[in-house]
């Protein structure tokens, strides 16, 4: 499996970005993971998603304003994040595992990781 995630940038605060993450190589085994790390502070899980789509986890600042999708018949996952603001400023990771959905939080539980996007939100 390999993963490559795109789409990040400068956007100001309120505004809205949409990442996308390259999935090569997937299989039903997988979920799907967004995380992020801001300079100093720790990977901070962003969302994840079941194979089907029909299991979705968000971690609490980002709930209510990003949304998850994921696309498997193109092998691509998504991540649209709307109402931004400074503090969304992170490099952005998408991430596959094999453990099943309820590992999704866990960054040590993920089995794959693309390369990061970074975004940058101004105030």
């Known amino acids: 499996v390999q993963l490559q995630a795109s789409g990040g940038g400068l956007v100001q605060a309120g505004g809205s970005l949409r990442l996308s993450c390259t999935a090569s190589?997937?299989?039903?085994?997988?979920?799907m993971g967004w995380f992020r790390q801001a300079p100093g502070k720790e990977r901070e899980f962003v969302a994840g998603m079941s194979w089907s789509g029909g299991v979705q986890y968000y971690g609490n600042s980002t709930k209510g304003r990003f949304t998850m999708s994921r696309d498997n018949a193109k092998n691509m996952v998504y991540l649209q994040m709307n109402r931004l603001t400074p503090e969304d400023t992170a490099l952005y990771f998408c991430?596959?595992?094999?453990?099943?959905?309820?590992?999704?939080?866990?960054?040590?539980?993920?089995?794959?990781w693309g390369r990061g996007t970074l975004v940058t939100v101004s105030s």
């Open positions: 991430a596959a595992l094999r453990s099943g959905i309820h590992w999704v939080r866990d960054p040590n539980k993920c089995d794959v």
């Open positions: 190589g997937l299989s039903r085994n997988y979920v």
